[in-house]
């Protein structure tokens, strides 16, 4: 899958681009607005990284841009302002996400993980993973092929642990990504020791291996390996 | 009360007294006018008596009174005075009533014989004649006053008309908006100034607005753009192989600082944008509402801590307000009540037709409750509290009209915190 990635601060920008292609995406970089708007009109991606303030104008306009010539990418917006207004348009104009700086890169790999399913493969895309297999569309999970019935909550961390397998997720990474930003200051996160515990048993108790495995305390990682 | 009506009531202070006074002292002069023109009638009258007795000496058997309003009696030498005016009653013989009239009173000599003439001259016609003048000074005193308020309104709204459009624009004009405010071109020269005043000051302040905008958003972007690379940073780093148990935890402990720097940046932006205005944007809000959404985000939070939440505001008030402000304000004092309360206990959420209040039990605070709502007052205990989530709690409530107040039941061991407002019309 190839991203154009915009971004006009270098570190940040390899930093993305490395872990990206390090989950098996093709990504293209550029750090101005000029050169974003050239890409998009020479190649076709499939999705979009675009930060909104940029050196020679605002990443807004590139959306209009692509807009304008029905492009089929995938927008997701990644802005260090945390303004309602901004999110509004940037949405309202057709971009598909909106992270705010600093975001984790497992979060921002399973936005675009999740667009992609959305808009290849309207979301009948499978995910498979060992014996696991999760249908997105129909939020469903089977273990072999006998399906198990998950809160919502509990699928929601099966799918961005499986999005991001074989990574250490720590405990605020997986509470952002499931309750939501508001939910990372919060004093204690045993709330999401108590739904990796459950998960755990409902699929242990369909006899699917411990795929999860706890690390340091710092948070969990999903893996196959012993 | 409107300029009009301040400018008639004084006018009004005034011109009664002024008008009551000219009223009285008219009525006295025409009362002075009247008597003096009698008095000379009755002196010529008596003049005219006494040549008729001088040309015609009555004997001393028959004296005679040609008409009731003259009498002529014979008087001792002693009785002799020089003429008297005096006011007083008679019975009018025709008429049959008792009269007031003025009367004059001479001693007159003809030859060795006086004679006590009185004459009296009755005021009818003359008071009639007193009292209709004043009715119809008075008449035409209200008249007239009547008619100086009717043009004066009229002057009143025409001249003034320029400023009250002025009032209107001003109270329309939003300094978030980039419409500049502008006054109809008037030919007084005092609105013309104050539109031009207006105009200059509102240009500025909405200079100030956008810089102080601008800057919020620069800082946001200054800041979180080196925060991002940190924190993308850790994120490749704690991917790395070999990383002892040590190494992780340290990673670990960095990226949690990294955020508790981020959510202070973040909160001190908002701060500024609310001290600045940035949410002028008001709509009625369903607190009740917005409250069980709330609720619900937090639930695992508090089953995590064996909280439950006991609601019991049946009233469900309105309260005009900017949407995400209240979300703010609401989600800030249940997180805290949350974070603060003690394991396995309540939270109460109590409402009334003006107020919200949310308890929690929980210690004591650990500084001086007067510094509950200042800025990086923090519980030494929650290392990932930034100290500023109830700053921004009593920011909101200053800017949105709303009142907030902490108490503390010793013997309860609870916290409650209120909202006071004015619920939304309709």
Sequence with gaps: MKILLIEDEPELRTNIQRYLEAEHFVVSTVNNLRQASQKVNDYAYDCIVVDIMLPDGNGLSLIEQLKETHSEAGIIIISARNSLDDRITGLDLGADDYLIKPFYLPELNARIRSLMRRRQYAGEQQLVFGVLTLWPKREEVRVHSQVISLTPKEYALLLFMITNKDRLLTKEVIAEHVWGEHMTDADSLEFLYTHIRNLRKKLSGSGCPDYIKSRYGIGYVLTAEP | ?426
């Excluded at chain 2, 202070?13 to 009755?42: F, M």
């Design chain 2, 1 to 426: 009360m409107k300029l009009i009506h301040k400018t008639t009531r004084y006018l009004a202070v005034v011109t009664i007294p002024i008008a009551l006074a000219g009223a009285v002292l008219l009525y006295y002069l025409i009362h002075q006018v009247i008597n003096k023109e009698i008095d000379e009638l009755l002196s010529s009258e008596l003049k005219q008596v006494q040549e008729n007795l001088d040309r015609h000496p009555p004997g001393t058997g028959g004296l005679l009174n040609w008409d009731h309003n003259l009498q002529i009696t014979p008087a001792r030498v002693a009785d002799s005075q020089p003429p008297v005016f005096t006011d007083t009653t008679l019975l009018d013989p025709i008429e049959n009533k008792v009269v007031s009239v003025r009367m004059l009173r001479a001693v007159y000599p003809v030859g060795k014989d006086y004679y006590a003439i009185r004459l009296h001259q009755p005021y009818l016609e003359f008071q009639e004649i007193a009292q209709y003048l004043s009715i119809g000074i008075v008449l035409c005193f209200i008249a007239l006053f009547a008619i100086l308020l009717f043009i004066g309104t009229l002057l009143f709204r025409r001249v003034l008309q320029p400023f009250y459009t002025i009032i209107e624009r001003l109270s329309q004009y939003r300094i978030d908006q980039h419409a500049a405010i502008t006054f109809p071109a008037s030919d007084v020269d005092e609105f013309r100034l104050l539109g031009q005043s207006i105009t200059e000051m509102t240009q500025q302040a909405a200079y100030r607005y956008s810089q102080q905008k601008q800057f919020t958003d620069t800082t946001s972007h200054e800041l979180q753009t080196p925060l991002s690379i940190l924190s993308t940073d850790l994120d490749l780093l704690q991917q790395s192989a070999g990383l002892t148990e040590a190494d992780s935890q340290r990673i670990h402990r960095s990226q949690r600082t990294i955020k508790r720097l981020s959510s202070m940046n973040q909160s001190l932006l908002l701060l500024t944008k609310i001290d600045n205005q940035q949410f002028l944007q008001v709509e009625p809000v369903d607190l009740g509402n917005l409250i069980g959404v709330l609720l619900d985000t937090f639930s695992d939070y508090a089953a995590s801590k064996h909280m439950t939440f006991e609601r019991s505001d049946q009233q469900k008030p309105v309260v005009v307000i900017n949407r995400q402000l209240a979300f703010i304000l609401l989600s800030n004092l249940i997180r805290n009540a949350i974070r603060h309360g003690r394991p396995a206990s309540s939270i109460g959420i109590a409402s009334g037709a003006h107020y919200y209040a949310i308890r929690n039990q929980g210690e004591p605070l650990p500084f001086p409750s007067e510094k509950l709502f200042q800025r990086f007052v923090r519980n030494p205990a929650l290392p990932q509290s930034t100290g500023l989530g109830l700053a921004i709690v009593k920011e909101i409530a200053d800017q949105s009209g709303l009142r907030v107040d902490h108490t503390y039941s010793a013997s309860a061991g609870e916290h409650t915190f209120t909202i006071t407002f004015q619920p939304a019309q309709g």
